[in-house]
């Protein structure tokens, strides 16, 4: 899945560089210096992530590797952190069974974000001094992770440990927010506060060290004018550098993403990137705007279809193309899950065809031209659009610069297949064209997209046989919902049990995983799916991973289902 039939994203490069860099960080951590056991197993897997970045950073041409840190990996740990059944990041692991449910994006997103705020809590020189003492004393034997608190100790000064249980052992995600007293803005800030907070039932403050970036007008851009550094602890944390100072458009906290944190804009920040969010001058600064836009979405705080109006607005002129690609992303969350259903198709056909202007006034062949063309492809809905996509597949209409590669020939299939517009026919011509293992599983995702009740019918025996390996389980689970036809599913809600328990029994935890990771992308949320899921809960022989499995279901659909009712609302209010 990592070697590509022709030109694909930037993104996808830099990702591919990532997964090399992280498997080489284990050459440290993992070989040279090995866990003792399996409850710091978290450190060998959120190490290598971090360092990985690290190296894309410094180490290669791709110069956005912070943007795909702060928009995928701690977006995706934080969703999973968000959950009834987040864990700490060191659990206790009784035997190897155990590692089975603690082994997740937690392990990995979360507690590389952690480690990205210990670089800054102790200092990046500090904590490279550190792992060069604690790689030094136990080379080529086991260590635990107490070894590395006393390394970093040693570096910094600083009360490690005390650290590492407010951030380690507890779970869930707080958000940070800046209060500003001044009388108007440009004036002179009489005041202003960092604000901590925490989730109901995940009630935990931690120390931050994080920055708060001040940005204002630089010509036509909003560039950082300043910064201030600090310690923060408890849930109010007064900011005397900013008293006096003359009060910017922006107010940033956590910038430069040093902290796992969620952010919320103050009111004049929130109001200035609103209407300017593509003069903020730095990537970085973009993304945990977008970050926040996004978890305010999520949090029932923005309507979905403002979210998605927003991301109309400004993301055409967004130059950084992982920005394009994560945001677009999310966009589709909004007017497919999040949102009213009914408002979605229009949406997505206007951002479609602002993103076909984009590509279509991109240079032939580069990195913006290839990425918008892959969203005007997952958003097409008009007929026009569809008649577009329906020419490019063909081999006509292509953009001067795109070639009709095996990459894009499915992109192609998955989205016209799953709106109706091709069928068994052109599948089977892309799978001619592609006879490949990938390809065999891509036609079997095709197929499960096709908005008929036969292909659901079909897809869904496919995965309760339990005979497909786990590269086709997560193609049909993904593909299966379609777009718009959520109703063709709904017959199915009731047998999730079933194929759940059937595919623990006969192809163990792995294949389990994979269902619980991605079938609910293609389920509609639907009261009759949270009550299936509450009466699956209700058993005593239930598997454990299985519950887990469920509980999330039961929580993210009862999130979505308030979510497009606050959406809906909010429409009839306008």
Known sequence: STIYRGPVPATVLAWRAGTILHEMAHMWFGDLVTMRWWDDLWLNESFATLMAVFAVDAATDFDDAWVGFATFNKQVGSRVDQLGTSHPVVTPVADVEAVRGNFDRITYEKGAAALRQLVAFVGEENFFAALHLYLTQHKEANAVFADLVDA??????????????????????????????????????????????ARPGQPTLRPHQIRVGLFDWVGDELGRVGSVELGIEGPRTEVGELIGVRR?????????????????????????????????REPLARALI??????????????????????????????DTTLVGVVLGNFRSATRRYGDPERGGELESAMAEAGWQVLASSPPGSDRQSVWLRGFISLATSPDQIERCQGILAGRDLPLGIALDAELRWLLVFALAARGAVGEREIKAALVADPSSSGMVRAAAARASRPTASAKRAAWARLAAATANVEEVRAISIRMGGVGREDLLLPYVPRLPRLFDTSLAKRGGEFAVELGDWLPLSLAPSPELATICRKNLERTDLDPLVRRIFANLLEDTERLLRARAFDQSELRAE
């Open 152 to 197: 970093l100790q040693v570096t910094s000064g600083r009360d490690v440990q005390s650290w590492a249980r407010a951030w380690l052992e507890t779970v869930g995600i707080n958000t940070l927010a800046c209060e500003v007293e001044s009388p108007e803005p440009g004036a002179p800030m009489s005041r202003a506060t960092v604000v901590q907070s």
């Open 248 to 280: 910017p458009p922006l107010l940033l906290p956590n910038d430069g993403d040093l902290s796992y944190a969620k952010i919320r804009l103050d009111p004049l920040s929130l109001a200035t990137v609103q209407r300017h969010l593509g003069a903020v």
């Open 290 to 319: 977008w970050d926040s836009l996004w978890d305010m979405t999520r949090d029932l705080e923005l309507p979905a279809h403002r979210f998605a109006e927003t991301v109309a607005e400004h993301l055409a002129g967004e130059s």
